[in-house]
């Protein structure tokens, strides 16, 4: 049999420019400018919705750091009492999980009686142990895990930032570390920033400045530049925007290798990196919309090549029993190795030419971020003199705006919300709690909190503020507009009373008021709305003057006429909707 070239089946098709496509793409446009179909991302750098052949020539030389790509589960477990935070790790492994985090509540808990107490059953040589939290001087808690029998053969590591005093203690440290030799020592982790609300290009951009710390300092100490490099770990979040954040790991894996030369490492390793799955995109009141999330972030993890996986559990036990929701997290794990096979294929990304020119962009970005960084004086220095946070809180603002206008969609959240159980009803309090406790980058928070309040005044008052949908004019329009102002009003806890198609006579006025709705959203799909809709305004404020009355689309160069004839005011796409939800809670009494 002759085996033909793959390329062989499309010699009779001509080349076709990158130019050429475009100028295909804008006459099929027409009307529409092109830049509407371009990716304008929240790092500052533009993607086309194409990357061709031509890519190949600027594709990034991305190491590949291990010879699989296995991955270990890691579950996190709170260290509050030793033997209860062990039996917890026995049932873990039962999960697959190959890594533990204990995540320590007191120093004491590190005590050598507690720690054998904690390993008991536990073999130290089989599976990777993290250790974070509030734990006592590394040195003190490595000599006391070296009379672990096993434990300097672990491959697990220190998830906090080691403080020392001096170079003396640096290098003291670094000599406990020659007797664990797979365990690694340091930590640079850039889950703060991005509970605070840092892109994807900074988070790389935190982590190298990070590295570079790391290797100033230890190097001073006489660390030799490789030794500093294998005994780091990088935390990174992953959050789920699925190509970004795929290409997010690739990015820093080639960044690194110029930061470790720079120093004088001649080796091959590269510090290790351990994912966790975001909580800043977490919905506390639509649990299981948080598994589509947490899987899609996994995929992310995995296809991008993180050495360890951590993810969180999908709902905090607020609204499904915590047994259940840590087996469904960890069935995610389970089914992308098993099912999937996602462990099958080394970097398989490689070759994608979108995903090559995102990771090339997101490595171009992150690179000058890093640099201005260094010159401030390196990441310590960039914190306390404030230029981080500043920099965090200034795209921190514009991501916080395209939340608020609906123009990021939040599943659950901003969009489409699930009313909530009788189980959530019952511990409503405690859910708005927790919501109000998030961290301040949180992305429901805002709308979860609304909505929250809406339905807590609903069940202390017996009264939850309804509205009534008034349809008119061209169906395919004004359905249009009845669905968006549903969706609308429903995020922030509202009740839909009603939804109907009515005309402008005088029957319609008392079936759209038999319900005794606190607000009515006219829906006026004709050529020119306004005459009926202040016709209809006028009517519904005589017949029921404290009606609220609303109005679906933008205001139109006559909206003054309408404000003067009863409307209160407009809801459309771009519109604040947080603080226009805001606005109808405190106009229909919510406290």
């Known amino acids: 049999m002759t085996h033909s070239r793959p390329d062989s089946l499309f010699h009779e098709f001509p080349a076709t420019s990158r130019e050429d496509w475009k100028k295909k793409a804008?006459?099929?446009?027409?009307?529409?400018?092109?830049?509407?179909?371009?990716?304008?991302?929240?790092d500052g750098f533009d993607l086309?919705?194409?990357?061709?052949?031509?890519?190949?020539?600027?594709?990034?030389?991305?190491?590949?750091?291990?010879?699989?790509?296995?991955?270990?589960?890691?579950?996190?477990?709170?260290?509050?009492?030793?033997?209860?935070?062990?039996k917890e790790a026995l049932q873990s492994f039962e999960l697959d999980a190959a890594a533990i985090e204990f995540l320590i509540t007191a120093p004491s808990l590190c005590s050598p009686e507690n720690l054998n107490k904690l390993f008991t059953g536990i073999k130290p040589s089989a599976v990777?142990?993290?250790?974070?939290?509030n734990l006592p001087p590394a040195p003190e808690l490595l000599n006391t895990l070296l009379t672990i029998p096993g434990f300097a053969e672990n491959s697990g590591g220190l998830l906090v930032e080691v403080v020392t005093a001096s170079k003396g203690q640096d290098?003291?440290?670094?000599?406990?570390?020659?007797?664990?030799?797979?365990?690694?020592?340091?930590?640079?982790?850039?889950?703060?920033?991005?509970?605070?609300?840092?892109?994807?290009?900074?988070?790389?951009?935190?982590?190298?400045?990070?590295?570079?710390?790391?290797?100033?300092?230890?190097?001073?100490?006489?660390?030799?530049?490789?030794?500093?490099?294998?005994?780091?770990?990088?935390?990174?979040?992953?959050?789920?925007?699925?190509?970004?954040?795929?290409?997010?790991?690739?990015?820093?894996?080639?960044l690194l290798g110029h930061i470790l030369k720079a120093y004088g490492a001649s080796g091959p390793s590269l510090p290790a990196l351990f994912a966790r799955t975001s909580e800043r995109n977490r919905s506390l009141l639509d649990p299981y919309t948080n598994v589509l999330r947490l899987t899609t972030e996994a995929v992310s993890a995995v296809l991008g090549g993180y050495d360890t996986l951590q993810i969180g559990a999908?709902?905090?036990?607020?609204?499904?029993?915590?047994?259940?929701?840590?087996?469904?997290?960890?069935?995610?794990h389970l089914i992308l190795k098993e099912e999937a096979s996602l462990d099958r294929v080394i970097d398989p990304a490689q070759g994608s030419h979108y995903i090559e020119t995102l990771t090339r962009n997101l490595a171009e970005s992150a690179w000058t971020i890093f640099k201005t960084i260094e010159a401030v004086g390196g990441l310590a220095q960039a914190s306390k003199s404030g230029f981080i946070q500043t920099m965090i809180s200034d795209v921190e603002t514009?991501?916080?705006?395209?939340?608020?206008?609906?123009?990021?969609?939040?599943?659950?959240?901003?969009?489409?919300?699930?009313?909530?159980?009788?189980?959530?009803?019952?511990?409503?309090?405690?859910?708005?709690?927790?919501?109000?406790?998030?961290?301040?980058?949180?992305e429901t928070a805002g709308y979860e909190l609304l909505r929250l309040k809406t339905l807590s005044f609903s069940k202390k008052s017996g009264r939850t503020p309804s509205i009534f949908i008034w349809m008119l004019g061209d169906p395919s329009v004004s359905f249009r507009q009845a669905a968006f102002a549903e969706d609308?009003?429903?995020?922030?806890?509202?009740?839909?009373?009603?939804?109907?198609?009515?005309?402008?006579?005088?029957?319609?006025?008392?079936?759209?008021?038999?319900?005794?709705?606190?607000?009515?959203?006219?829906?006026?799909?004709?050529k020119d709305p306004v005459p009926t809709a202040t016709n209809l305004a006028s009517k519904l404020?005589?017949?029921?003057?404290?009606?609220?009355?609303?109005?679906?689309?933008?205001?139109?160069?006559?909206?003054?006429?309408?404000?003067?004839?009863?409307?209160?005011?407009?809801?459309?796409?771009?519109?604040?909707?947080?603080?226009?939800?805001?606005?109808?809670?405190?106009?229909?009494?919510?406290?």
């Open 26 to 42: 804008i006459a099929e446009l027409k009307e529409t400018p092109f830049d509407s179909i371009i990716w304008h991302t929240p």
């Open 48 to 86: 086309e919705p194409w990357c061709s052949h031509e890519e190949n020539k600027r594709y990034l030389d991305i190491p590949l750091s291990k010879p699989s790509n296995s991955w270990n589960n890691c579950r996190q477990i709170t260290v509050r009492d030793a033997e209860t935070a062990n």
């Open 128 to 133: 990777a142990v993290y250790f974070s939290g």
């Open 171 to 254: 290098a003291e440290l670094f000599a406990c570390g020659t007797l664990l030799p797979e365990f690694r020592l340091l930590c640079v982790d850039t889950i703060p920033y991005h509970e605070k609300g840092s892109t994807a290009v900074q988070e790389i951009a935190l982590a190298l400045a990070g590295v570079s710390d790391s290797l100033d300092r230890y190097l001073e100490a006489g660390v030799p530049a490789d030794t500093i490099a294998s005994a780091i770990n990088i935390i990174l979040p992953v959050c789920s925007s699925h190509f970004t954040e795929l290409a997010k790991p690739r990015a820093l894996r080639y």
């Open 314 to 332: 999908f709902d905090i036990g607020l609204s499904v029993n915590p047994a259940i929701a840590e087996r469904i997290t960890a069935n995610i």
């Open 398 to 442: 514009k991501r916080r705006k395209t939340l608020d206008n609906r123009k990021k969609t939040l599943i659950g959240v901003n969009r489409y919300p699930w009313p909530l159980v009788p189980e959530q009803l019952e511990k409503i309090d405690a859910l708005e709690l927790a919501v109000a406790n998030t961290a301040e980058g949180n």
């Open 488 to 526: 609308f009003f429903n995020c922030g806890g509202f009740e839909i009373a009603g939804k109907a198609a009515l005309p402008s006579e005088e029957s319609s006025y008392s079936s759209a008021l038999q319900s005794n709705p606190d607000i009515i959203v006219l829906c006026v799909a004709e």
């Open 541 to 591: 404020r005589t017949l029921q003057p404290g009606i609220i009355t609303v109005m679906a689309g933008k205001p139109p160069k006559e909206h003054q006429q309408l404000l003067n004839a009863g409307i209160d005011s407009f809801v459309y796409t771009g519109v604040n909707v947080l603080d226009m939800l805001k606005s109808y809670q405190h106009k229909t009494g919510v406290k």
